[in-house]
């Protein structure tokens, strides 16, 4: 199965988090793809940026996978309550990810939506709110720190091109454009709360 190479994460984690869109995620489960198309990421960089957990190089425990090879995953967990997955990004000894805030579920769909609701049925208002924010990225792939450091050039969670490269069908899309803002819940992080790192497609009118 095709997938992207570890070239691709060990470029500028900016431009990383831009070409990632309309990309798709494959989380592989019970030998079954779950699938979605992603729609929303943030830029995360460590040597400028105060929003980063290894800003200024400081590096402990959690933060060591950021210092690693880039294209591994960094999964981490907050406010005891929600997973967030990353992409490593840049060269080896430079902090960055890249964080995966939405996607759009394109396979596996049943299987997410059990990840996401259990047995409670599909209103309008969680089809509206399937998978737009990242703690529901990792619900509905079923990740948790237990995925942390994976592969992303591995069998169990990749990115590719298109569902055509795990031979799944091309969907019908939208024509669509890349928006670009701060980034969500970093307030703290004084000016770095302003960098323009948020990117999301929007589709044209």
């Known amino acids: 199965m095709a997938r992207l190479s570890r070239e691709f994460y060990a470029g500028g984690t900016v ?32 040597r400028c ?4 957990h290894a ?17 591994h995953a960094y999964i981490y967990f907050i406010y005891g309550m929600y997973h967030c997955l990353n992409f490593v990004t840049e060269a080896e000894g430079e902090p960055a990810a890249v964080l995966i805030r939405a996607v759009e579920p394109t396979a596996g769909i049943e299987t997410i939506r059990r990840l996401r609701f259990g047995d409670r049925p ?9 998978m737009n924010g990242p703690g529901k990225v990792c619900q509905g792939f079923a990740l948790t720190t237990a995925e942390n450091r994976l592969d992303l050039t591995g069998d169990t969670l990749f990115v590719c091109d298109s569902p055509a490269d795990i031979g799944l069908p091309r969907p019908d899309l939208p024509r669509e454009r890349m928006c670009a803002g701060p980034r969500v819940g970093v307030d703290y992080a004084e000016e770095a709360r302003d960098f323009p790192w948020r990117f999301w497609l929007e589709k044209e009118e």
Do not use: H
């Not at 431009?15 to 995360?44: C, F, H, N, S, W």
């Not at 800003?55 to 294209?71: M, Q, S």
């Not at 209103?123 to 709110?129: E, F, H, I």
């Open 49 to 52: 940026d105060k929003a980063c």
């Open 122 to 130: 599909m209103t309008a208002y969680r089809r509206k709110n399937f």
């Open 15 to 46: 431009e990383t988090a831009q070409k990632l869109l309309g990309k798709y995620l494959v989380r592989m489960l019970d030998g079954k793809p779950l699938v979605g198309r992603i729609t929303e990421t943030e830029a995360y960089i460590g």
């Open 55 to 71: 800003y200024n190089y400081r590096r402990t425990e959690r933060t060591a996978v950021l210092f690693g090879p880039p294209g």
